[in-house]
């Protein structure tokens, strides 16, 4: 099976612009969570989605959203983009909701200057 | 707040050594897991322990869990080059149905 790809790989924005990430999980997967890795902040949970439905939600602030279509791919929107969002952001899918064992993509690392 | 929180030391060793790395957490759990990272890359599920469990094997990987200390350890034995990575505990609190994530412990095998 094809693993977690996520695109893009690499994003560039500046200041008030926003951005979208998508990711496609492994296929049979109906899971998909997404986290944000910083050097100061470590990994944080954004978001998990399962069957279109968000499950569960980290402590975000709102300019934080996503989405998960029916073939459970999702993508994280991030709005009015501040320089401390500038992370890598994980995607993991799994075929089970919640906790369980996951499958992570290579990431998008996002630039805001 | 995190649950995981690893040592933070980083752990620099000769390749055919053993490197051990802890991790400890403040709450119940229902399980928790071992991940390594690459180079900033995505992660790769190494190992899931759950609270009823005390040790688990996976080829050259043991974990350990005493959930009456709310620590963790995981031994790599025989280390190679290809095991530097940075290596995450990460915990599934009781009600959470979350995984929070340590900060990571960075591993270097010296050819």
């Known amino acids: 099976k094809a693993g977690v790809t996520q695109t893009p790989r690499y994003l560039i924005k500046t200041r008030g612009q926003q951005v979208t990430l998508s990711c496609s999980p492994i296929s049979g997967h109906r899971s998909v969570s997404w986290y944000q890795q910083t050097p100061g902040q470590g990994l944080q949970f954004l978001f998990e989605y399962f069957s279109e439905t968000q499950r569960n939600k980290g402590n975000f602030p709102g300019r934080f959203s996503g989405r998960q279509f029916s073939n459970s791919r999702s993508e994280m929107n991030v709005s009015t983009l501040e320089l401390g969002d500038s992370a890598l952001y994980l995607c993991?899918?799994?075929?089970?909701?919640?906790?369980?064992?996951?499958?992570f993509g290579p990431g998008t690392r996002l630039t805001v200057l | 707040s995190q649950q995981g929180e690893e040592d933070p030391q980083a752990l620099s060793i000769q390749e055919g050594e053993n490197a051990t790395m802890n991790c400890s957490y403040k709450?119940?759990?229902?399980?928790l897991q071992w991940y390594r990272q690459n180079s900033g890359r995505g992660l790769v599920h190494l190992i899931l322990i759950r609270s009823n469990e005390r040790e688990k094997h996976s080829g050259r990987l043991r974990v350990t869990l005493d959930t009456s200390k709310k620590s963790s350890s995981l031994l790599i034995t025989a280390s190679r080059a290809a095991d530097t990575a940075s290596y995450f505990c990460a915990t599934d609190a009781y009600g959470n149905n979350r995984l929070a994530f340590g900060k990571g412990n960075q591993v270097v095998v010296i050819p």
């Open positions: 993991a899918s799994s075929p089970l909701a919640g906790a369980n064992e996951q499958f």
């Open positions: 709450t119940s759990i229902n399980n």
